[in-house]
């Protein structure tokens, strides 16, 4: 194998020129490729942060209780031993909190909106507070300071709430100032209260703009329930990967102790209001959920963005193919004479056919591993630059404000792995011809 | 009665190649034996069918009529694979043009059949192809690339090639062509002395007299029949088994 090795490089060597331009494409496909395939990562995790930073536990246990059939009251009632059983009933866990859900008419002195409120036990947020950054004042008032106003920890007071950035300055509030929360309770009245402003958070994407934290307690007199009532026990797992692995050993441990668990549907607890209340049965019923499930109404930019980049990358795979294939060409018509002394001292056709599929790989090897190294270089310096996205809708879509890229082994490999073979296989019908030619004709054809 | 065993046998042999709406006969109905040990030229003027015949013998081309046997076996009924291995394991070329690989040195040209053979160790490959190009004096040359060669140097370097895996046939198509008259003499004194050292059966084509006048048998073709099938000076390997026997 060494030597054909060793034929293959130097044949790429002789034909600089070709080669150089090969390389040089090549690498900057695998680089291209290697840059997006780090914006659709990063696009991934940041949905994954925010989604399980503002909505979802890894691993949710919710659940739907109906007094009457006709109902759809999205709480888990009984709450302490609904959580114990799942502390029993799974492994591998980094961390369970349990949090309140519900809907409101968010009300300002000068305006309101419809938010999803979040009932939070403060005692149990600390990675919430890790996440959170508030924000200056500027960020969300004309003519604010710099300075950074409240504390998300008091979200551990009664009455109180924490907001976005975007929302404080549609409703024109600073902290301090109160909002008046009114809500349909599950029995059909009206109920409000109101609530301090703790914090201002920065907005971390489109489901900021949605999302308001308040203490539970209060949510849940709000909603009049009692305290052993929740929304969702939210489970943090070592691995997030194995999410769909430990939903289904969950489901089949509370099974066994007796709770009637909801069929699994992909959507988020709110999508399912109108298929349960249309549901002929009454009681507790879980609900478990990953959190692709609880944001896969945001999935479509992941695969928005994957199909743009498989398309792009695809025409400049098919363009860089027909280069490789025609310098292949090239080289089995430069080389015919070769390929007849070669076949005449008692070369097989499987390995003329091997020495020029190997002059492709390693030009495609070479690189594939340029282009991936450089990729991986931009894409983290780009990340570590915090590159700031300026226009809304390209904020929203990327779901954070600035230009987060991540490359890993995987990508730079799949990217490398996927090309060199792309390049293995342009140069395959090339290499086959060559391996067809009679020696004889080859002989000839030195004249 | 023959003194060495056949090693080539040609019979009733035609070749005909398609030129357009003509057929080029090639060969007509050539009848030859080639035994092992012969320093064998094959001569005629140009189209008279010598490289045909040398390409025929040296299965890289299939006879359009009548039957080849090349140590023994019918080069019609075997197939691709079995042709290479063939070529692989009995047969050495030399070329007019050289044709060694531009990219490989001196020694990796001539060490290169004894990869694809495959069975050796590296050692033992170093010192065959080590003893084959001290054989051909170029042991100096060694780590030296073709175009750093002379066209002698070249041949030597095709010779050594050719010898290397110690093929029962070496098939040298007009060897010295594109040598001067010194350097062709010496390449044909060297492939006589490997004949008589290595009793390596040689057949070359050539239409250059002196160099026929060197072979211990000239088959003359003309017009893709053999018209004379002669003995020259009987030297070499082939010469001394009739002698003894008789």
């Known amino acids: 194998m060494g030597v054909f090795i060793r034929i293959a490089l130097r044949n790429l060597m002789q034909a600089r020129l070709r080669s150089f331009f090969l390389t040089v494409a090549l690498s900057l496909v695998t680089m291209l490729l290697v840059i997006l395939l780090g914006l659709s990562q990063g696009l991934t995790e940041t949905i994954v942060k925010n989604a399980t930073t503002l909505a979802s536990g890894h691993l949710n246990v919710a659940g739907f209780f109906k007094a009457k059939a006709s109902d759809a009251n999205p709480i888990v009632t009984h709450r302490a031993e609904v959580r114990k059983a799942v502390e029993e009933s799974i492994t591998g866990v980094d961390f369970i909190i349990d949090r309140a859900r519900g809907w409101a008419r968010v009300v300002s002195d000068v305006s309101s909106m419809n938010a999803g409120l979040t009932g939070v036990d403060a005692k149990e947020e600390s990675r919430l507070f890790e996440i959170l950054q508030l924000a200056k004042q500027s960020e969300y008032k004309e003519g604010g300071s710099d300075e950074v106003k409240g504390d998300a920890r008091r979200l551990a007071n009664k009455n109180t709430a924490l907001i976005f950035a975007a929302q404080a300055k549609r409703l024109e509030v600073d902290v301090g100032d109160k909002l008046t929360v009114a809500v349909e309770t599950m029995k059909g009245a009206r109920n409000t209260a109101e609530f301090e402003i703790v914090g201002i958070a920065r907005d971390i994407g489109i489901m900021s703009n949605w999302s308001v934290f308040t203490d539970k307690a209060s949510l849940l007199e709000l909603y009049r329930l009692d305290a052993d009532v929740t929304g969702a026990i939210q489970i943090y797992l070592d691995d997030v990967d194995r999410a769909p692995k430990a939903m289904g050993e969950l489901r089949l441990a509370l099974e066994d102790k007796g709770y009637t668990v909801m069929e699994h549907d992909p959507r988020p607890f709110w999508a399912k209001f109108e298929g349960v209340s249309g549901e002929d049965w009454t009681g507790q019923r879980l609900d478990l959920t990953t959190w692709s499930d609880e944001v896969s109404f945001l999935l479509w930019i992941i695969t928005a963005v994957d199909s743009i980049s498989f398309v792009l990358v695809g025409i400049l795979v098919v363009i860089i193919a027909v280069g490789i294939m025609n310098s292949m060409w090239m080289s089995v018509r430069e080389r015919t004479p070769e390929v007849g002394t070669l076949r005449a001292i008692g070369m097989s056709r499987r390995r003329v056919l091997l020495m020029f599929m190997l002059e492709a790989l390693i030009l495609g090897l070479v690189a594939t591993s340029l282009g991936g190294a450089a990729g991986a270089f931009i894409a983290r310096s780009i990340d570590a630059a915090h590159v700031h996205v300026s226009v809304d809708a390209v904020r929203l879509i990327l779901m954070s404000d600035t230009l987060h890229l991540s490359v890993g082994v995987q990508q730079v490999l799949t990217a490398v792995i996927a090309f060199t073979l792309i390049s293995g296989l342009s140069a395959l019908w090339p290499a086959y011809r060559a391996s067809r030619l009679q020696p004889v004709t080859a002989i000839q054809h030195i004249g | ?246």
Do not use: W
């Open chain 2, 1 to 246: 009665m023959r003194a060495m065993p056949a090693i080539v046998q040609l019979q009733g042999v035609h070749k005909d190649y398609p030129l357009g709406n003509l057929v080029v006969r090639a060969l007509r109905g050539v009848d030859l034996t080639f035994d092992k040990g012969e320093f064998t030229t094959v001569a005629g003027p140009s189209g008279s069918g010598k490289t045909t015949l040398l390409n025929l013998v040296g299965c890289v081309d299939t006879a359009t009529r009548g039957t080849v046997t090349v140590d023994g076996a019918s080069t019609s009924a075997l197939k691709e694979s079995k042709l290479t291995e063939l070529r692989l394991r009995k047969l050495g070329f030399i070329f007019q043009s050289f044709n060694l690989i531009g990219v490989l040195n001196l020694f990796q040209n001539v060490e290169f059949p004894l990869l694809l053979q495959g069975g050796l160790t590296k050692g033992e490959r170093e010192s065959r192809v080590r003893d084959i190009v001290d054989k051909v004096g170029l042991t100096e040359q060694m780590k030296q690339r073709p175009n750093e060669l002379s066209g002698g140097q070249r041949q030597r370097v095709a010779i050594a090639r050719a010898l290397v895996t110690r093929p029962s046939i070496v098939l040298a198509d007009e060897p010295t062509a594109n040598l001067d008259s010194g350097t062709g003499n010496a390449i044909i004194d060297l492939m006589k002395h490997l004949n008589e050292t290595e009793h390596t059966t040689f057949i070359f084509s050539t239409h250059d007299s002196r160099v026929m006048s060197r072979a211990s048998r000239i088959v003359q073709l003309v017009d893709g029949k053999v018209v004379d099938d002669g003995h020259g000076h009987r030297t070499g390997a082939a010469a001394v088994a009739p002698l003894a026997e008789a």
